[in-house]
């Protein structure tokens, strides 16, 4: 069955009743022009576990026992280059680290892999890295303070920003 490649307008509407609070993000697809250059990133610099693989199509890999975080594949981008810049896309996937000296390891090994990064961020609720991996994505590896912690408006609201991360500080933790 051809599939619709038609763009949808879909008009923005008001939720009355928001989404299950326990609602997670299970994992992302990547497509990838080089699935050996992407698990030498993902799995080689980043840690990730390869959970299973189809030949030289796809990989599917993941932090500890989950079946997986992330797969990769080349089923239509064998080869491919980047989107352009100023066209959709995803903007980055967030890779959530359990402790700030976790998210320091991960540091670590993009330091010796000599992987650059594009910024990296103290938003308040969260410490960020931002980098791309080697398809251009980005890729926001992040540990989150515990919620009492976060910053607050004298209303309660979230009162998030974006200062300079000290990566030296970050590397002592």
Known sequence: M??????????PQLTLRPINPGTRIGHVHLK?????????FYAG??????KQRYGSQAAFVAAGGYHHHIGLNTWESK??????????????TAILYPT???????????????????GASDHGVSQALYLRDPDGN????????????WP?????????DTRPLDLDDLLRA
């Open 152 to 160: 607050r408006t004298p209303e309660g609201e979230l009162a998030m």
């Open 79 to 92: 080869g491919g280059s980047p989107p352009p810049r100023g066209t959709t896309g995803l903007y980055h």
């Open 138 to 149: 980005g890729v926001e590896l992040y540990w989150d303070r515990d919620e009492a912690d």
């Open 45 to 50: 610099v980043l840690g990730f576990e390869l």
């Open 100 to 118: 700030r000296a976790a998210l320091a390891d991960a540091l670590r090994r993009l330091i010796e892999a000599k992987v650059p990064l594009d």
């Open 32 to 40: 990838v022009a080089d699935l050996e250059r992407a698990l030498g």
């Open 2 to 11: 051809p599939r619709d490649t038609t763009l949808h307008r879909i008009e």
